[in-house]
């Protein structure tokens, strides 16, 4: 009886100290991440209130937050979207993995921390935040400018490689080695397909036996067949949350529309539970010592995120100030690099700080980049072109240069 009175006490101190923060967060117009991931630290063992009672509890809401998150994903998009945008979209994917997974691994390896932490901080610093992506861009207005199709295009890219990522990272972080990981992405590869394949002929089929009139019932149905799908994934070592996505992308028309509308409050109350557990499952004292290794590669990351914006609006024929915005659009980092950190963490603890880091500069960094780098940029090219000398042009030929000398008459 005193552990539930404490669990109670605890829980609804927490969820309404969440609460709070949203609002605060939303009227200072920032994501409410990083603000999570800081009453996860203030929470947790060597925080202000370490919580003891509601620990078990809040790490079963955590792993309900990560399945949440991308069963909602999955129903933003349809599969002839996701067909679409690997077809014509994927050289940007491409060059958007090499140029931002690349530093993360580098950092790890210099760090000393082996492949699989190469791996796991290579996924922290490649994806970007679709849910701070997208806020932004609608505050801004900019939902209708012509670079934006291009951003969304690396964002599904980004979105639909999680489902072969994952399972990659799951295996390897079991131990798994080259044999089991090889495995462990046939298995995705083929899971994946078969999906995409029932979604596009198949798909109204599907979504019919789930369809209700009734919203609860609707809501059940779906919740349960996303738990059970994302349980069975768990099992195969495919990872729950690539189970959860690909239910999102098989579901479809109204009624991944109204299973969206009734999953999205719980969305994201399980998801403000996930970014604090994985504030609690990080100390502290084991942040200051990565911040700069952290910054350095925020900043790098940064330019690597500009460069592909730059490229893939290129690509559909943006003239350089879109490319600009379409970089920086793309700089934030939040959830599914927390989702990459907390499934590593267990097996890599010290991944745990500088990804809380990471993300934390780069949440906040994110909104303004989306603002500022276009004019930042060309306002550094004025000062520049201003400072620079003007070029002599040389003199034409067969022109002769008229000197003082040759001005003033010979004397007699």
């Known amino acids: 009886m005193h552990n539930t009175t404490a669990l109670l006490i605890e829980l609804g101190a927490l969820i309404l100290c969440l609460g709070l923060i949203g609002r605060f967060a939303g009227r200072v ?50 599969a002839s979207e996701l067909v679409t945008s690997l077809r014509t979209q994927y050289p940007s994917g491409a060059v ?11 950092a790890a390896l210099l760090l000393g921390w082996g492949p699989v932490a190469a791996v796991a901080l290579a996924g922290v610093t490649w994806i970007s935040s679709s849910g701070v992506i997208a806020k932004v861009l ?61 979604a596009l002929r198949h798909g109204h089929l599907l979504s019919r036996a789930v369809s209700s009139d009734n919203p609860e019932m609707l809501l059940l149905v779906v919740l349960g067949l996303t ?55 990080t100390a502290p004292a084991a942040i200051p010592p990565v911040l700069v290794p952290a910054l350095l590669l925020a900043l790098v990351t940064v330019v690597t995120k500009v460069f592909t914006g730059w490229y893939a609006a290129r690509r559909v024929g943006i003239g350089p100030r879109g490319r600009l915005r379409a970089g920086g659009a793309l700089v934030a980092r939040g959830e599914f690099s927390v989702v990459i950190a907390g499934l590593a963490v267990a097996t890599e603890p010290r991944i745990g700080p500088i990804a809380t880091a990471y993300v934390l500069i780069l949440v906040l960094v994110g909104p303004f980049a989306v603002r500022w780098t276009e004019p930042l940029v060309r306002r550094v090219r004025g000062l520049v072109t201003s400072t620079r000398p003007p070029r002599s042009k040389p003199p034409p030929p067969g022109y002769e240069t008229i000197t003082e000398s040759s001005e003033t008459p010979a004397a007699n």
């Open 96 to 106: 958007d993995f090499v140029l931002n997974a690349t530093p993360g691994a580098a």
């Open 227 to 281: 738990v059970l799908v994302a349980g069975i994934a768990q099992q195969l070592q495919v990872s729950a949350a690539v189970g959860a996505f690909l239910v999102g992308i098989a579901l479809s028309g109204e009624v991944a529309e109204g299973a969206g509308k009734l999953l999205t409050p719980l969305r994201d109350l399980f998801a403000a539970v996930f970014f604090v557990f994985f504030g609690l499952s």
């Open 29 to 78: 117009g920032l994501s409410p991440i990083p603000l999570y991931l800081l009453a996860g630290l203030a929470f947790g063992h060597g925080g202000l209130v370490p919580l003891d009672a509601s620990v078990d509890f809040v790490a079963v809401g955590a792993e309900i937050g990560v399945i949440l998150l991308l069963l909602l994903l999955g129903l933003e998009y349809s």
């Open 138 to 198: 609608t505050d801004l207005g900019r939902l209708g400018n012509r670079e934006t199709p291009a951003v969304l295009g690396v964002l599904v890219i980004e979105d639909l490689s999680m489902a072969l990522y994952l399972p990659l990272l799951t295996a390897l972080l079991a131990g798994a080695g080259l044999a089991g990981a090889g495995f462990a992405l046939i298995v995705a590869l083929g899971t994946v397909g078969i999906v995409l394949y029932i």
